[in-house]
Structure formats: structure tokens, C-alpha cells
């Protein structure tokens, strides 16, 4: 299995903002939009195989969880963002009015809503998965050697803050796919592929 995390700290967690202008009303959740196509869609195709957790934290009712799990998803995603905008519209107002921390509301099959923090799905994963936290100035993908379950946690338009590294610090190996800083989008399908490359890719 195949997990990525992103924290998206401005994204909004209620449905308040347009379709026709995801960049300039959301929160950037036209970030989180590509990065579930760059997660699950192949041409033609659909990756089983993977989970997202999109956690946003933007106005007005940080956080909000949101996860995605391919295995049992019968939502069809696009590549378009505007249709993934507006499946996740429906589920932040699914979830308007949850109150437990610990409550995950099944919105659609295989599609979650929850108040779970960062260190909430953070401690989560690393029950059952290693855990590697994509960072321009880590280890560079193609040295490492990777089990079945794997995680990587990444940073939307403006990265994690120095108190989410700290969490990450001990916890968390940092892994590169390059030098430079690229799109989130753009690293995981690096990701994907790179992965799809290995002997018995995860
Ligand atoms: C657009 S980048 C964020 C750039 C932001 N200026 C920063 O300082 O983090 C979004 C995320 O993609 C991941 N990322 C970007 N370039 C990467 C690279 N070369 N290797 C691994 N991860 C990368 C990181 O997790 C980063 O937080």
C-alpha cells in the first residue's frame, strides 16, 4: 500500500469557496486536487493500491481530515480539478458538524471525513507503515530500499512548518527526487513511478 499525506495550511475547511476560482478562494485546495490525480489515475486507469490524507487547516474550522482509500473507493475521480473541487465540497459539508476528534463520517464508500490532526494520522500510519517525509534535501530516492507499506508526508504551496519537521524528526526518514523544489503534484507521481519501477514495487 501506497500513502501519501499532505498538509495543506491554508486550505478551507468549509465549503465556502468557488469553483470557477479554486487558487484565489479555497485555500489552494486546487493543490490537493491535483495531487489525488497525480495519487490514483493512470491513463485509463485508477491505482487500488493507494490512500491519501488530504489535512487541511485553512478557515474556518481547522483541522478537517480527509481520506481517500483506493481499495474500497467507488467515487470516480477525474482529471479535471473542477469535479475533485466539488467532491470535496460535498464531503467538507458532510462534515460540517463534527465534533469528536476521534469520529471518521463515511461520506462515500471509501471516502472519509474526520477533525484528525496532523499527529493524529501521522501516529496512525507508523503502526502500520514506514514512514519518509519528501524534503529537497534528503536522501535521494533511488538509495533507498522500500517494504510494501509506505508513507510519505509532504508540504502543500509552502512546505511544513518548523514545528511539523520537529514531529517528523525522529519518526520520519527524509527522502529527495531531485535538488530543486517541485510541485507537490509533480512529486508524487515522481513517487508513483519510481515505485512502479521497483522489482516488487509497494
Ligand atoms: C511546492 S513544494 C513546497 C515548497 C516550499 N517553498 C517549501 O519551502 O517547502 C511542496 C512539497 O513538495 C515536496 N517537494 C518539493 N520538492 C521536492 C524534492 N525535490 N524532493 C522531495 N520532495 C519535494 C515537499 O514535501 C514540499 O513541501
Known sequence: MRTFIIKANEAHTRADFRLNDLPGTSGRIDLLCRVLNSAFLLSHGFRKNVRVWLLLYGPPNPPKAIRFEGPKLKVRLNPDERSTAKLIMKVLKAGEDLREPGKEIEVYP???????TFEDVIRLTVKNSALYYL????KPIGELSFPQNVAFVLGDHKGLSREDEAFLDNIAERVSVGRKSYLASHVVTYVNIFLDSLPNPP
Open 135 to 138: 524534503h529537497e534535501d534528503g
Open 110 to 116: 471509501g471516502l472519509y471525513v474526520s477533525n484528525r
